[in-house]
Each structure stands twice: as structure tokens, then as C-alpha cells.
Nanobody
């Protein structure tokens, strides 16, 4: 069974950068999975931030992070990443990575199809 562990969160000032990592183990190699990053801010519903298709590595981004965040993965290391630049206070929240075997990632950034989830890592953007 695939297990995901996020890391890389922390406290950063507005305009700063963070790179989140999502280490996968116990399943197939990462290239078999669609990868998604989601976040949940206090008092708000979870929202999709970005995802990458397992078929052709096509990636999608929420409008709020487009141009600032980049999703990637290293299939050899079985690690997915979310590079976050020009961070804003509204980016604060718990960030989760998710994986769906041969699927999961759609333009709508929905959570359906993602069967494995990490425990989350806190990102706080504040001065």
C-alpha cells in the first residue's frame, strides 16, 4: 500500500519561497501515479492546488497559484515536489500530497481518484 510523507513546510515571510516534498513508499514507482497537492486553510474547505498526470506529466494549477507554484516529481527517487515562490499570506494552510494509481489528476483539481494521502505539512506565510 502506497504511503506518502510530506516535508518542507514552515514559517516564511511574504514573498519567500518553500519547496514541499512528498516521499512515496510501499507502492509502485511514482510514474504510475497521478500526483496532487491540496491545501486547507483554517476554517476553509480543502482545495486543489496543483496536480500532475501519470500519463504524460501534464500539470494543472489553481488560478491563485499559477505562475508562482511548480509541481514536479523525481521518479527515480520516488519523490514529488511543490516549489512555491512569491508566497502570500493567503497561501497559509496545511498542504497535503495525494496519489492516484494511473489517474486522479484532472483540470478541475478535484480530490476524486486520489486514493493515497499524506499527513500534511503546515505552511505559514506571515511577517
Amino acid at each position: 500500500q502506497l504511503q506518502l510523507v510530506e516535508s518542507g513546510g514552515g514559517l516564511v515571510q511574504p514573498g519567500g519561497t518553500l519547496r514541499l516534498s512528498c516521499a512515496a513508499s510501499g507502492g509502485r514507482t511514482l510514474n504510475a501515479y497521478g500526483i496532487g497537492w491540496f491545501r486547507q486553510a483554517p476554517g476553509k474547505e480543502r482545495e486543489g492546488v496543483s496536480c500532475m498526470s501519470s500519463r504524460d506529466d501534464t500539470s494543472y494549477y489553481a488560478d491563485s497559484v499559477k505562475g508562482r507554484f511548480t509541481i514536479s516529481k523525481d521518479n527515480d527517487k520516488n519523490v514529488a515536489y511543490l516549489q512555491m515562490n512569491s508566497l502570500k499570506p493567503e497561501d497559509t494552510g496545511v498542504y497535503f500530497c495525494a496519489a492516484g494509481l494511473y489517474g486522479g489528476c484532472t483540470r478541475s483539481l478535484g480530490a476524486t481518484g486520489f486514493g493515497a494521502w499524506g499527513q500534511g505539512t503546515q505552511v505559514t506565510v506571515s511577517s
